[in-house]
């Protein structure tokens, strides 16, 4: 069936390094990949998400990149802040289905 | 503006008592889904909704079931719980499928 790996589990960076969170897909007609921050106790909240139909997207700190041929896509958060610390999921899903995929999660630690 | 309500945030539940886990959305969106977290899994689906009347079940449905009588409103029901389905239950609501999807806070259920 379909699914959505996410790599790495943990990361731990230094404030104001860079960090990097990838997820392979593994249906090709997915189309929609969103990107979910979720924080102690909270639900996921929408951080960032990218169609099929562009590359690149950034929103200030935070960017997504779209291969759509190796079937990956990354999450990239440069300048990280403390208050970045948190897990973050990707996802994936396609016109016509019903269901959205999930990462597994990467618990994202942000040093001061 | 609320948004995806759910109650309670905490439940402690005997082995094969039953609960109904109750989620309300005020957005008018069709599509309303309901997950369990667990750690290092990430977010999986138990059972969704694509309108009013019609349900269908996810990657773990079993143990649970569910009813969407109206569109604000997706109750999920444990039937007779069990040690395994300790976990962390969010509901989630999206305009259509491959839009951004809106959170409750969580449900914490722990079953002894």
């Known amino acids: 069936g379909e699914n959505v790996e996410q790599h790495p589990s943990t990361l731990s960076v230094q404030e104001g390094d860079s960090a990097v969170i990838k997820c392979t897909y593994s249906d090709s007609a997915s189309n929609y990949f969103p990107w979910y921050k979720q924080e102690l106790g909270k639900g996921p909240q929408l951080i960032i998400d990218i169609r099929s139909n562009v590359g690149e997207k950034k929103d200030q700190r935070i960017a997504v990149t779209l291969n759509k041929t190796a079937k990956h896509f990354s999450l990239h958060i440069t300048e990280t802040q403390p208050e970045d610390s948190a897990v973050y999921f990707c996802a994936a899903s396609r016109d016509g289905g019903f269901k959205t995929i999930f990462g597994a999660g990467t618990r994202l630690f942000v040093k001061a | 503006n609320a948004g995806v309500t759910q109650t309670p945030k905490f439940q402690v539940l005997k082995t094969g008592q039953s609960m109904t886990l109750q989620c309300a959305q005020d957005?008018?969106?069709?599509?309303m889904s309901w997950y369990r977290q667990d750690p290092g899994m990430g977010l999986r689906l138990i059972h969704y909704?694509?309108?009013?009347?019609?349900?269908d079940q996810g990657e773990v449905p079993n143990g649970y079931n569910v009813s969407r009588s109206t569109t604000e409103d997706f109750p999920l029901r444990l039937l007779s719980a069990a040690p395994s389905q300790t976990s962390v239950y969010f509901c989630a609501s999206r305009l259509k499928l491959n839009t951004e999807a809106f959170f409750g806070q969580g449900t914490r259920l722990t079953v002894v």
């Open positions: 909704s694509v309108g009013a009347g019609i349900t």
């Open positions: 957005m008018n969106h069709e599509y």
